[in-house]
Structures are given as structure tokens and as C-alpha cells.
């Protein structure tokens, strides 16, 4: 699956688009492949804070564990409650119905565009 060229990622295998103050937050492709069927999900609460870099969450697979970065710095201000009653979303469309939540952004973390991205995957 290729990356859409009009998100930014993380080297965490995070996925933001952009919507004016907000940004809607997921995994992309590459990380739910390599994580298997997600069974669980933790998200950031509504109205809590994240900090670009630091965890805010966890996805639970049938294989491991892991934690969730945020991308961004801001307030949480909406959370994929369909991700959280069907954490296979997360798998079966990484770039659509399985994001995971949204933030009022305050700052951007470090951000790639997809060409990068794609570079890091490629060397992974």
C-alpha cells in the first residue's frame, strides 16, 4: 500500500492530516502490518493533552504490545469510537475508518512528507 501524499508521518509510523487547527491522528500501513491484528486499543482521552514524541496510547496485537506517539502537540479533542469498538479498523484501513484521534494542535513535532517516509520504510 502506498502512502498518501498529503499526510505527514512520523518516524514513529504515525500518520497526521491537517485540517486548519486540527489534525486527525493514526498508524499508517507499514506499522499495522508489522503489528498484526489489533485486538485492543488504549486512546488519549477527550480534553487531555499529548506531547509531540511522548506516548499517549497503546495498540495491542496478537503479537505484542505497542505504545502510540503523538505527532503533535495539543488537546485531544475527538477519539475514533469505532476504532475502539473495532480495533481491526486499525488494520483493514490504516489511512481511513481506523484513525485514532484528533488534536487541537499547539506545535508540531518532527514531521516527514511521504517521499521521506516512504525513504525510511525502504531502509528498514
Known amino acids: 500500500m502506498s502512502n498518501p501524499t498529503n499526510l505527514q508521518y512520523t ?47 497503546e495498540l495491542e496485537s496478537t503479537k505484542s504490545v505497542s505504545d502510540l506517539y503523538a505527532p503533535v502537540t495539543g488537546e485531544v479533542v475527538e477519539v475514533n469510537e469505532a476504532v475502539d469498538a473495532d480495533p481491526s479498523l486499525v488494520n483493514s484501513d490504516p489511512f481511513g475508518e481506523g484513525w485514532l484521534f484528533v488534536v487541537k494542535v499547539s506545535a508540531n513535532g518532527e514531521l516527514m512528507d511521504a517521499a521521506a517516509y516512504d525513504a525510511l520504510i525502504a531502509s528498514a
Open 11 to 57: 518516524a514513529e509510523h504515525e500518520w497526521i492530516a491537517v485540517d486548519g487547527d486540527n489534525a486527525k491522528v493514526g498508524v499508517t500501513a507499514y506499522a499495522a502490518d508489522a503489528l498484526g491484528d489489533v485486538v485492543y486499543v488504549d486512546l488519549p482521552a477527550v480534553g487531555s493533552t499529548v506531547t509531540a514524541g511522548e506516548s499517549c496510547g
